[in-house]
């Protein structure tokens, strides 16, 4: 993908002004990039893609369904944690709900664009 120079602008803008935060920006994808490729190898492709080659509108459909389900059991486990301020009883902390949440909305953008395969 090719970025205009307005995109470049606005990177050296905000890297610029805020060097800390963006640092962490990066730090915080590579890391989820680094569990994306772990989980990834552990499950491949079947468990998003339903065993379908996301060729036809139906097939991406059916992925992205199975996505949103995942994606509102993690928000319903924030509204537990954070909202309702209930305990963690199962080990996964917010920051690990957050995690997942931002991961699978990237792959629901490649599901769209059917290269999760």
Not at 42 to 70: H, M, P, Q
Not at 80 to 109: M, R
Request: aromatic share 10%; with cysteine.
């Amino acid at each position: 993908m090719e970025y205009t120079e307005e995109d470049n602008k606005a990177v050296k803008w905000c890297e610029d002004n805020y060097p800390d935060m963006t640092a962490e920006y990066k730090k915080i994808m590579m890391e989820q990039y680094i569990m994306f490729c772990k989980k990834h190898r552990n499950y491949g492709t079947g468990n998003i893609n339903v065993g379908t080659n996301l060729e036809t509108d139906s097939d991406v459909k059916l992925a992205l369904t199975g996505l949103w389900f995942r994606l509102n059991d993690k928000i319903q486990r924030l509204r537990q944690l954070v909202v309702n301020g209930e305990p963690d009883t199962v080990g996964e902390s917010v920051q690990d709900t957050f995690q997942d949440l931002s991961v699978y909305g990237i792959i629901a953008q490649i599901v769209q664009q059917k290269k999760f395969k």
